[in-house]
């Protein structure tokens, strides 16, 4: 491996130039205007004293200076940050609900709304900077001039109590964001004077979640949709993760209070390095990134290419117990009767992530366990006496899965009705009118699979004549984790690819992306191997195409190309 490092002008000026030279006119579909910018036409006092709107209250407005928030250690722009209340109630189980949000409004706005999609189970108003894209954001939409809503989605519950109530199910899977959109638009349009010209939303995990769920229920409402490793059948992973959990507990000797001891860290490491050895070169080059995914599920087979133990586990070889418990939940959990329950995850070098683990070890008992029980199953389990560690090893899945699909008198809509985005292969109401669609994916995210999201968008291609590209991209994220993270290039803006191919047309292609090493502004990634340049970039690839390497520096984007 001929490796040298450049950092500095050298790597942003090579980066530059491919990103600029990635833009292509688009064609046939209508094309949106831009948005037009306007300051501020009332003071933070003034909105709140004029503004109304059905079922809302505001419970403060306040005037946000210059630098009081900071991102990627830039000022984030003076604003008036709006919080309030919709729809407030009583729910069924005696609980007040409301759909709690804020918006910021900043003084000199692009003209530009965006719905910032919260992640987990939502039940906190994060703060609307609008932060979208991988790990570090140097920039995000309130930055950039947006006025930005964030909500609490229907619930202030930390935990998934709120499913016990049917209405803050409804809210959480799709309601909060219909009721929320006209209320923000129409505020924007009494600070501004005029609505938004121009309306994105976007989010990861969830997020990414509510963003599919917007574009097949709110089409009208949206312009652009910037999708991040989304959950889009996340009652069904959450199942799955669960079915993992319960494949690792049935390894020999696994402790099920630490399910690590079924498959450790070594061992992990020991895989990816197999992996590495297999897959590493199939793009070009190799520099510790699986760029050819699809070569790699075929290159690599976990019971051919690991050793198998023979006198207990040293580290440098894997149980038959271990392979065929790791081997089903790599190519997807299924019912007792072999159906598929989600989704396969592709074998790729950030399997032995931090992250990684703790989704599979630690977050079927402390996450999926309550969100299954009490927000996607029908009839929730009751309110008192649950325990996260029964439900994951005392459930049957096949029980589980009946139940994200059920509903009763009560629970009018099952958790894979009220989650799920409607017919999300379709999705011609966001094409014919000229709005587009970038997701994103990271490869080793180890709770939603980018197996899943694939399955998506080549469906959506396989209905669009092939095609989906004039209105909607995928750009697959090598070794990234869960949203960010991971030994990768995990730092981009498709926030800004998707705004100009929304109102320019400016089609976007290769997508620079940047790994996070020592003296990142906008956070250090500690996974980022020590032998990589702490700046070394790559192209993120619109699926099908990958990066392969061409020539030159293989700390360089530029030294790389998508195919
Ligand atoms: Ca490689």
């Known amino acids: 491996m001929n490796k040298t490092t450049k950092t500095g002008l050298t790597g942003i000026f090579a980066a530059s130039v491919i990103a600029i030279a990635s833009h292509e006119a688009t064609a046939a579909l209508p094309q949106l205007s831009p948005a037009t910018p306007a300051n501020i036409k009332l003071s933070c006092e003034q909105i709140a004293s004029n503004f109304t709107f059905a079922n809302t209250h505001l419970t403060e407005v306040i005037s946000i200076a210059a630098g009081e928030l900071t991102l990627a250690k830039e000022n984030i722009p003076q604003h008036c940050l709006v919080t309030g209340k919709m729809y407030p109630r009583k729910g069924i189980d005696g609980k007040d609900y409301a759909i709690g949000f804020e918006m910021r409004l900043p003084t000199k706005w692009n003209g530009r709304y965006f719905y910032q999609g919260n992640g987990g189970i939502d039940g906190s108003v994060k703060t609307a900077l609008g932060i979208t894209s991988g790990g570090g954001p140097l920039t995000g939409a309130l930055m950039q001039g947006f006025a930005v809503i964030s909500s609490d989605a229907g619930h202030s519950s930390r935990g998934p109590s709120f499913g016990l109530d049917p209405q803050a199910r409804l809210d959480y899977g799709y309601q909060a964001v219909g009721k929320l959109t006209p209320m923000a638009k129409s505020l924007i349009a009494t600070a501004y004077g005029k609505g938004p010209d121009r309306s994105y939303i976007g989010g990861c995990s969830n997020g990414g979640r509510h963003t599919m769920v917007a574009a097949t229920r709110y089409a009208s409402d949206y312009d652009g949709y910037l999708i991040g490793s989304p959950g889009f059948n996340l009652p069904q992973a959450a199942v799955a993760n669960i079915g993992g959990a319960k494949l690792y507990a049935s390894i020999p000797g696994t402790d099920l209070k630490d399910l690590s001891t079924a498959f450790t860290g070594a061992e992990r490491a020991m895989l990816v390095d197999k992996i590495l050895q297999k897959c590493d070169a199939l793009d070009g080059v190799s520099d510790g990134i699986v760029q050819d995914r699809n070569a790699c599920q075929s290159s690599f087979d976990i019971n051919r290419d690991i050793a198998s133990c023979t006198a207990g586990r040293d580290g440098s070889c894997l149980t038959i117990e271990?392979?065929?418990?790791?081997?089903?939940?790599?190519?997807?959990?299924?019912?007792?009767?072999?159906?598929?329950?989600?989704?396969?995850?592709?074998?790729?070098?950030?399997?032995?992530?931090?992250?990684?683990?703790?989704?599979?070890?630690?977050?079927?008992?402390?996450?999926?366990?309550?969100?299954?029980?009490?927000?996607?199953?029908?009839?929730?389990?009751?309110?008192?006496?649950?325990?996260?560690?029964?439900?994951?090893?005392?459930?049957?899945?096949?029980?589980?899965?009946?139940?994200?699909?059920?509903?009763?008198?009560?629970?009018?809509?099952?958790?894979?009705?009220?989650?799920?985005?409607?017919?999300?292969?379709?999705?011609?109401?966001?094409?014919?009118?000229?709005?587009?669609?970038?997701?994103?994916?990271?490869?080793?995210?180890?709770?939603?699979?980018?197996?899943?999201?694939?399955?998506?968008?080549?469906?959506?291609?396989?209905?669009?004549?092939?095609?989906?590209?004039?209105?909607?991209?995928?750009?697959?994220?090598?070794?990234?984790?869960?949203?960010?993270?991971?030994?990768?290039?995990?730092?981009?803006?498709?926030?800004?690819?998707?705004?100009?191919?929304?109102?320019?047309?400016?089609?976007?292609?290769?997508?620079?992306?940047?790994?996070r090493g020592v003296g990142n502004a906008g956070g250090v990634n500690k996974e980022v191997p020590a032998n990589w340049s702490a700046t070394r970039t790559r192209p993120l690839c619109p699926h099908p195409q990958v990066a392969r390497y061409n020539s030159g520096d293989i700390e360089l984007a530029s030294s790389f190309s998508c195919q």
């Open 322 to 515: 271990q392979k065929s418990a790791i081997g089903k939940i790599f190519s997807g959990v299924t019912t007792s009767n072999g159906k598929l329950i989600y989704a396969s995850f592709p074998w790729d070098s950030g399997i032995a992530s931090p992250g990684v683990q703790r989704w599979e070890y630690k977050i079927p008992v402390q996450r999926d366990s309550g969100a299954v029980a009490k927000i996607f199953k029908t009839p929730p389990a009751p309110a008192e006496g649950f325990n996260g560690s029964d439900f994951v090893f005392n459930t049957s899945i096949d029980t589980m899965v009946t139940e994200i699909w059920a509903s009763n008198a009560a629970f009018t809509e099952s958790g894979m009705a009220f989650m799920t985005p409607q017919d999300p292969t379709q999705m011609g109401a966001v094409k014919d009118r000229g709005a587009k669609i970038l997701a994103y994916h990271g490869t080793s995210d180890a709770i939603f699979s980018l197996d899943d999201t694939v399955a998506w968008y080549e469906g959506l291609s396989k209905n669009n004549g092939g095609d989906a590209s004039d209105f909607a991209k995928l750009y697959p994220v090598p070794a990234m984790g869960h949203c960010r993270g991971g030994p990768a290039t995990d730092q981009f803006d498709l926030l800004t690819e998707l705004v100009a191919w929304v109102e320019e047309g400016q089609e976007p292609t290769a997508v620079i992306a940047s790994a």
